[in-house]
């Protein structure tokens, strides 16, 4: 159980480009949904919170217009980094988790995005 | 906020040998504490998690402690093998919002 699948796993594109990135919760409903950011052999920091239905919550530092986060269902959100530029090249991880705030996060596998 | 730091930053141990990671945090309204294994190109995985009301839990191999009045707490792993080799994240966080995590730890278990 509490399986989050993450889509693309790889995405290679031009400087320029917005980028969409899929989590899904495949057999739960997340009421809430995580964004993390992980550089190579570092740690994952927190992106922004969303929650079904409602704008995201972005953490301190992130640019909300450069990374945005759509959490249409309970099982769905997606992340759009737009106007991609090689600095936004890194391991991008999203978490899910159900009921409340005492329930686990689960994560995704990962979406690696290279930007040339 | 919080902070959390996490040490050794890498280890190596025998096949069949304990293995144990450490981590503290800084603020005393973190009420809980998961660790996570993260292999190469996938993301982490919960293995274990503790709750402040709770000073140790067990899961067949694995193993947590929490103090709380020192504000750390640590993973123990028995009986290692190769397959445990990965990267370790602890994580502090108020609920199961925001986790902070610490900056990881790689084990390498040896045949």
């Known amino acids: 159980g509490a399986v989050v699948s993450q889509h693309p796993s790889r995405v290679i594109c031009k400087s320029g480009t917005s980028v969409k990135i899929e989590c899904r919760s495949l057999?739960?409903?997340?009421?809430?949904m995580f964004w993390y950011r992980q550089f190579p052999k570092k740690s994952l920091m927190l992106m922004a919170t969303?929650?079904?239905?409602?704008?995201?919550?972005?953490e301190q530092g992130v640019e909300k217009d450069k990374f945005l986060i759509n959490h249409a269902s309970l099982t769905l959100s997606t992340l759009t980094v737009t106007s991609a530029h090689p600095e936004d090249s890194s391991f991008y991880i999203c978490?899910?988790?159900?009921?409340?705030?005492?329930?686990?996060?689960?994560f995704g596998d990962g979406t690696r995005l290279s930007i040339l | 906020g919080e902070n959390v730091e996490q040490h050794p930053s890498t280890l190596s141990v025998q096949e069949g040998d304990s293995a144990v990671i450490k981590c503290t945090y800084s603020?005393?309204?973190?009420?809980?504490f998961p660790w996570y294994k993260q292999e190469l190109g996938k993301g982490p995985q919960l293995i274990i998690d503790?709750?402040?009301?709770?000073g140790e839990k067990k899961d067949q191999r694995i193993a947590v402690t929490l103090n709380k009045t020192a504000k750390h707490f640590s993973l123990h792993i028995t009986e290692t093998q190769p397959e445990d080799s990965a990267v370790y994240f602890c994580?502090?966080?108020?609920?199961?919002?925001?986790?902070?995590f610490g900056t990881g730890t790689r084990l390498q278990v040896f045949p």
């Open positions: 994580a502090a966080s108020l609920y199961t919002d925001k986790l902070i």
């Open positions: 057999d739960f409903q997340a009421t809430t």
């Open positions: 969303s929650n079904e239905g409602s704008k995201a919550t972005y």
């Open positions: 978490s899910a988790r159900g009921g409340g705030i005492n329930q686990p996060q689960h």
């Open positions: 503790i709750r402040s009301n709770v």
């Open positions: 603020d005393s309204a973190s009420n809980y």
